[in-house]
């Protein structure tokens, strides 16, 4: 009933198949937003924050969302700038994980504030020092040049294209996306980076505080790094479920190959700056404030070594080599292991620069800080992910999303049907 | 035209740019920002003139004066009155919280009446018609000490009018709830003669010996302690603190003896006999005591050696000698008693022994000793005009001693012993050992007239409820005692108009008197309360209402003072704790709390430490040695020989082993079916539900420190 | 980059630790000064509203050798880094809804312009900050007792001790309306100073020698020689200040006897304490 909408050649389910799927994953944003509107309403009681967690769950999940998002900026960058071609095949589903992240991330902001009615005083009273301003403006303007980027993939939607302004329209577009690649990946250097800032600079919390360039700690380069590294981990775990469910190859081995390569280069890479970072910190920056390594890592009932190990060597240094590595690169398991090992480790690094900063006492005679979300947080943490798989499933189904879908699906004997005008 | 989807869908996207550049959309952005900013139910406070009245508060015995801040009409800020010779400054958190209290929705608005199990409104004319047909009856039928009063305390014009009217009404059963002052005008009764009173000169001392006197846990006149306290830093004195528990107190001092709960006594006359055994003592002094010396000093010898005082005590015998000679060779010492704030469970045993090391070293009436003179008595009341009625019944016993020996009475009885209860500032039914039976007494009595501004537990346990004005709303005297050196009488000035419709309870007493008619009314011939206060206040009325206070005495008392240790060389018992459990539970004093009838407000609540309360657990201490399994922050049952609490557990060093401190001021219940008190009741246990009465053989006081108690986890 | 001018005010406080008796009554007096709002259960201390928070000390020995102390913690209006003004919580708002006041050294906030990200409660140490994570409540009537002088916050933003800033503001229009330029030292104190029963806390200007808190803090003119970013130590061998290593610079100091509690003020590595205790900074070249 709705092949109109579908792009021409493709197979797609039926769409009562297709409606229903849609309809159950609907059920959990509703339930996101009923928990969303409880929060805006009643206010942040409704979560179990605190005056020592007054960032936590979500603030993860933000900055976890936009780690694994920069998928989308570092994709853009190599395919527009360094011209490497063969990643024309995923820049278009890397551009859509990009989008969701980031209205996600900007969604949950909306509700983690305390006055969302006056969110935009942090444009309008802006402080310049505050790396939560850089944060806001870039990730706000990046936000944009990704609807930009996506903004053509819409309007090849058959129908849409036959329009002959988008047709027009999209075409232009595509002509100087390199244009908004760059601003993108100018402006996602600096946002991934101020987030890494925004713990970074915390120089009251022992735990956060790097040194660094000029004003930007170490940690402002470290999440840009990580961003850039663990990102094309998420866009091709992200393709690898796709597929999955779709049943369909999507996107050739050997793009696949080039941008875990990729990937596994930048991780590598990322570790090894990580891994100074982490020992210079631990060696020199917490004791000349009076910590020892051991401070931040025992007496509590959670944050034991095991998060560091677990963050650098597990999940940084294993899927780094695995990647890097051409046999297991090319092994299909151990390449998914890697980029979930990947996406874990990214995830458990923002988990550590948010809670585990808020976690550890600081004055000698304060106490750990643990905590557990309440559902409503719970709940509007799960609703970026179920409207990500909606709109993904919209979007694979009416838009074309991967170029090398007919030539991997629908082999030659089948002449691609013209439809009579 | 014809409107297909184009022009729709063109229409549409239009008129989504159109309002996208319109101001529109900034315009409710800066207004639901500014609504934001003006949330009309997050109150403005009304601006206006402001003013600072001066006026003295009555929460506890401590008497300070305080400065009130008011935006014209309305006060809005206690502080502390800098220059009032009782606190000169400070406030105590009680204190500064004092308007939490006076706009308390909580509190009794107007007279109730008891009908069935719920309070129904009445007027003032009524419920004083109500009450005063009541008292007459009992009067006919000619057994008029069946009325009985319960108070705070002695002093004061207000007390003194309750006590007039039974007096004139034909009764002796006044009493007052334990406090500081009565175990100090006890303690000087036994051994320095009738009418006296102690104070404690401990601004100027340079070492107090303090038997678990919580001098900065609200003992005595609390500011004025903190303040001498503190100035210790300056002034090289010592502080000796001997307390089973590391207190507030026993944390500042110098050092901290730990004791086995209850023997504060017989450590006390061990070190009356190291001083006399070693000549320690002021031999001037000495010669003067009556009452068999040499057989205090023999029994002493026998009974309290350094060796059997550590065996009883816990204290090291090097300690003991240590601390006797210190004591005894500092220029100016004191040694202080009243376990906690002193107005709880005391054995005159223990005051007494503590106090005979004051004389021993010869500083009775000295620069920082103790200061012993006699009660003051600044009212002058005209004579009472008293009835046959009257003069028989007065004449007659006291039903008990003490208030404790009085609910015991009644409970015992089957017949009621009294007909009709007077509660006046007072909150037996929370505050008394074994809070249960005194409930279940008060509730035995057939005609409950409560005075409280609160529905606390033995308002609830009332017939006729005449709401008292809270002290923000009342003119009173405010006489200090309580342990201090110097005595000062404040004046309370109404510093608000009356919030509810409420009446000063002097006022009440006066309009009671008058309805009853005859001799009565005739010894209460005053237009209201403040013409009484006035007229009584005599000698000092000016004084007072030019200055907001009066001070009666002040410096060292001069004057021959006789000592008598009769009591002590006849070697009274010590008290034990009831029980045959192997660990002691003891009532910990809270400055934070307050453990008389009124519960701590809901900022003092607040500040209250998550040690202590936790949701609405109470918070008990206990050594890990003792603890055996129980964990920290853990849940354990605490059975005690009259009661069983569902505990949360502290581990804590400061804690003796083998001893568990529950906090007092926990556990009120002040919800009613139609109003909840949620800030302050319902928060832990009362701790009083938990220990009984031990009436000390000889004094009859109730001087349980503790009892014995069982603990399993929970 | 403006500076902490020696020319204008720097308030401050010191809290003897020695003669703070934990009594609460500071706690209070702030709350009730404030319009600090309360609620059913305050029993979660860490989402209860308290400006100035009591925390107890212990020096972690078993019974009998377990000592115990007070320390009051108001907001520690930290110079920053150099004491440049650059507070932990200031240089992160991201809306100056937090701002440092370099006539007076205080640390502000405004309620109506914070918007509730709390960035500036994760940047500071002291968890002097605290939100609202509630609308605030009064019992019916008992808002009659609030002080026009402090605005009572909606839901939803974020407060602190304001070292009783309104009160800095009455003394000023005080002073000028006798034609004074300035404020005497008694004329603007803290609630919670003014309330202390035990005269523990200290309260005045830090810039001025005739200022009894100057006396007792003598502070450092000269940046610590060993870590550039402490300014103001005080030449006090018995006076600390919480976490100074940070560089947070705190304008509330504290005084103790005791060596267990000055102990506290910081962390140390192991060994570390008994190195560096007596040192004052550059007072040591005094």
């Known amino acids: 009933m709705d092949s109109a909408l579908i792009p021409e050649g493709a197979k797609r389910c039926s769409f009562p198949k ?158 100087v996306m390199a244009v908004f690649a760059a601003t993108g990946a100018f402006l996602s250097f600096f946002h991934q980076g101020s987030l890494g800032g925004v713990a970074g600079v915390l120089y009251g919390r022992p735990f956060a505080v790097r040194e660094g360039l000029l004003i930007w700690p170490w940690t402002f380069f470290l999440f840009t790094w990580s961003a850039a590294a663990f990102g094309p981990c998420f866009t091709l775990l992200v393709t690898k479920i796709t597929e999955t469910v779709t049943g369909k190859k999507l996107v050739k081995d050997n ?30 920056t917490a004791p000349s404030l009076g910590f020892s390594l051991s401070h931040f890592y025992t007496s509590n009932g959670f944050y034991g070594y095991w998060i560091l190990i677990t963050e650098i060597v597990l999940c940084g240094v294993v899927p780094g080599v695995l990647l890097v590595m051409k046999s297991t690169r090319e092994n299909p398991t151990l390449r998914l292991i890697a980029i979930i090992l990947g996406v874990i480790g990214v995830c458990l690094n923002r988990w550590v620069m948010v809670l585990q900063i808020m976690a550890v006492p600081v004055m000698s005679f304060d106490t750990w800080a643990l905590y557990f979300p309440s559902w409503q947080e719970i709940a509007t943490t799960v609703l970026p992910v179920a409207y990500g798989i909606i709109l993904i499933s919209v979007a694979y189904r009416y838009l074309p999303v991967f170029p090398q879908e007919h030539e991997l699906n629908y082999s030659v004997e089948v002449e691609p049907v013209t439809e009579p005008e | 035209m014809k409107v297909d989807r184009r022009s729709f869908l063109g229409l549409g996207l239009g008129a989504v740019a159109g309002v996208a550049v319109s101001p529109i959309g900034i315009k409710l952005t800066d207004d639901s920002s500014i609504w934001s900013q003006n949330w009309p139910w997050t109150p403005v406070p009304v601006d206006g003139e402001v003013t600072y009245e001066s006026s003295v508060c009555s929460l506890c015995p401590g008497s300070c004066g305080l400065s009130v801040r008011k935006i014209d009409d309305r006060p809005v800020k206690i502080e502390g009155l800098a220059g009032h010779p009782v606190n000169g400054g400070g406030a105590c958190l009680h204190g500064i919280s004092g308007l939490q209290y006076l706009y308390d929705p909580a509190r009794v608005k107007t007279p109730l009446k008891k009908n ?527 009661g069983k609490a569902r505990v949360m557990i502290n581990l804590n060093e400061g804690m003796m082993p083998g001893v568990i401190g529950m906090v007092k001021g926990l556990g009120h219940t002040l919800n009613t079916k139609h109003m909840s008190n949620k800030y302050v009741s319902n928060k832990g246990i009362n701790v009083n539900d938990l220990i009984g009465p031990v009436i000390e053989s000889g004094s009859g006081l109730d001087a349980a420190f503790g009892i014995k108690v069982k603990i399993f986890k929970a | 980059m403006k500076q902490n001018n020696n020319k204008a005010h720097k308030f401050g406080m010191v809290i003897d630790l020695d003669k703070c008796t934990g009594c609460g009554s500071c706690m209070v007096s702030c709350m009730s000064e404030n319009n600090v709002p309360f609620k059913e259960d ?78 500036c409660m994760g940047a500071c140490p002291y968890h002097a900050r605290y939100f609202n994570w509630w609308d605030p409540k009064w019992p019916e009537g008992m808002e009659n007792y609030l002080s026009p002088d402090v605005s009572p916050r909606m839901r939803g933003v974020v407060e602190k001790c304001s070292f009783c800033y309104h009160r800095y503001q009455a003394a000023k229009d005080t002073a000028y309306y006798e034609g004074r330029d300035d404020i005497e030292e008694h004329e603007y104190q803290t609630a919670c100073a003014t309330a202390c029963p035990a005269g523990a806390i200290v309260f005045g200007d830090l810039n001025n020698p005739a200022h009894q808190v100057h006396q007792i803090v003598k502070p450092d003119p000269h940046p610590d020689p060993r870590n550039k970013h402490i300014v103001g130590k005080s030449r006090n061998p018995k006076v600390f200040r919480l976490l100074e290593r940070l560089g947070t610079n705190p304008k509330v100091y504290y005084l103790s006897e005791r060596e267990w509690v000055r102990k506290q003020g910081d962390n140390y590595l192991d060994g570390e304490w008994d190195k560096i205790k007596n040192y004052h900074g550059a007072s040591s070249h005094d």
């Open chain 2, 116 to 642: 069935g199990d719920k309070f129904e409104e009445i007027s003032w004319d009524d419920a004083i018609a109500l009450v005063a047909g009541k008292l007459a009856d009992i009067r006919k039928s000619g057994s008029p000490e069946k009325l009985a009063c319960i108070a705070d305390k002695e002093q004061g014009s207000v007390s003194g009018l309750f006590q007039r009217l039974l007096k004139t009404f034909g009764s002796p059963n006044f009493y007052t709830m334990p406090s500081l002052e009565s175990y100090l005008e006890l303690t000087a009764e036994v051994l320095h003669g009738e009418g006296m009173t102690i104070g404690f000169d401990l601004e100027n001392s340079d070492f107090v010996l303090s038997f678990g006197a919580g001098i900065i846990e609200g003992w005595g006149s609390p500011v004025n302690c903190f303040k001498a306290n503190a100035s210790r830093k300056e002034r090289h004195a010592k502080l000796y603190q001997i307390e089973s528990r590391l207190s507030n107190t026993a944390a500042n001092a110098d050092k901290w003896i730990p004791i086995k709960p209850g023997t504060e006594a017989d450590l006390a006359l061990g070190l009356c006999a190291v001083i006399l055994e070693n000549k320690l003592f002021n031999s001037m002094a000495v010669a003067n005591f009556r009452g068999g010396l040499n057989k205090l000093a023999a029994a002493l010898q026998k009974n309290y050696s350094p060796s059997k005082t550590a065996e009883i005590t816990g204290v090291k015998v090097s300690d003991i000698e240590k601390m006797a000679t210190l004591f005894a060779k500092a220029k100016m010492p004191v040694a202080v008693f009243g376990k906690g704030r002193g107005d709880g469970a005391q054995s005159l045993k223990e005051l007494a022994a503590v106090h005979t090391l004051n004389c021993l070293v010869g500083n009775i009436n000295k620069k920082g000793g103790a200061f012993v003179q006699l009660k003051s008595d600044y009212l002058e009341f005209p004579d009472e005009s008293m009835d046959s009625i009257a003069d028989a019944g007065f004449a007659k016993n006291k039903t008990g001693r003490y208030v404790s020996q009085l609910i015991e009475k009644v409970n015992e009885s089957s017949k009621p012993v009294v007909e009709a209860l007077f509660v006046y500032n007072a909150n037996p039914c929370y505050s008394l050992h074994d809070a249960k039976s005194v409930k279940q007494a008060v509730g035995k009595v057939p005609f409950v007239v409560s005075f409280s501004s609160f529905l606390d537990e033995t308002a609830k346990e009332a017939d006729i409820i005449l709401p008292s004005h809270t002290f923000l709303e009342r003119l009173e005297d405010v006489p200090s005692g309580a342990g201090l050196a110097k005595t000062v009488v404040g004046l309370t000035k109404p510093v608000s108009q009356p919030v509810f419709n409420t009446k000063n309870p002097g006022d009440a007493v006066i309009l009671i008197a008058k309805a009853l008619e005859g001799s009565i009314a005739q010894s209460f011939e005053w237009e209201s309360y403040d013409e009484c206060l006035e007229s009584v206040a005599g000698g000092i009325w000016d004084s007072l209402s030019e200055d907001g206070y009066a001070i009666i005495s002040e410096g060292i008392p001069s004057g021959f003072v006789a000592v008598n240790v009769s009591y002590l060389a006849d070697n009274p018992a010590t008290i034990q704790a009831q029980g045959d459990d192997e660990l002691i539970l003891i009532p910990i004093d809270n400055m934070r709390l307050i453990n008389a009838g009124i519960a701590a407000s809901p900022f003092a609540i607040k500040t209250v430490s998550d040690n202590v309360l936790k949701g609405s657990d109470s918070v008990v201490e206990i050594n890990p040695l003792t603890a055996r399994g129980l964990k920290d922050r853990g849940y354990a049952t605490l059975t005690t020989p009259i």
């Open chain 3, 42 to 119: 305050e029993s979660n201390k860490k989402d209860s509203i308290t400006w100035m928070r009591v925390y107890k000390l212990t020096n972690g020995k078993s019974f009998p050798d377990t000592e115990i102390a007070y320390l009051p913690r108001p907001c520690q209006h930290c110079g920053g880094k150099g004491d440049h003004g650059h507070s932990p919580c200031v240089s992160v708002c991201p809306a100056v809804a937090t701002d440092y006041g370099y006539d007076t050294g205080i640390v502000s906030q405004i309620y109506t312009r914070c918007f509730g990200c709390r960035y």
């Open chain 1, 18 to 175: 297709f409606a229903i799927g849609v309809a159950i994953v609907s059920a959990v944003v509703l339930w996101g937003v009923f928990a969303m509107f409880l929060c805006w309403f009643k206010g942040l009681n409704q979560t179990n924050m605190n005056d020592y967690y007054g960032f936590a769950l979500w603030i993860w999940a933000d900055l976890a969302v936009i780690a694994v998002g920069g998928g989308a900026f570092f994709t853009g960058l190599l395919r527009y700038i360094f011209k490497i071609d063969e990643l024309k095949n995923i820049i278009n589903f890397a551009v859509i994980i990009g989008f969701i992240c980031y209205s996600s991330a900007l969604l949950i902001l909306a509700i983690d504030i305390g006055q969302p009615l006056r969110g935009w005083f942090i444009f309008w009273h802006a402080n310049v020092h505050s790396m939560l301003t850089e944060v806001a403006f870039c990730l706000s303007a990046y936000f944009a040049v990704l609807t930009i980027e996506f903004i053509p993939n819409i309007l090849e939607n058959r129908q849409a294209n036959k329009v002959p302004f988008f047709h027009h329209l999209a075409h232009n577009m595509h002509g």
């Open chain 1, 255 to 284: 793009v696949v190959h080039l941008l875990a390569k990729i990937s596994g280069w930048m991780i590598v890479t990322y570790i090894i700056a990580k891994i100074i970072d982490t020992i210079y910190w631990a060696m020199v």
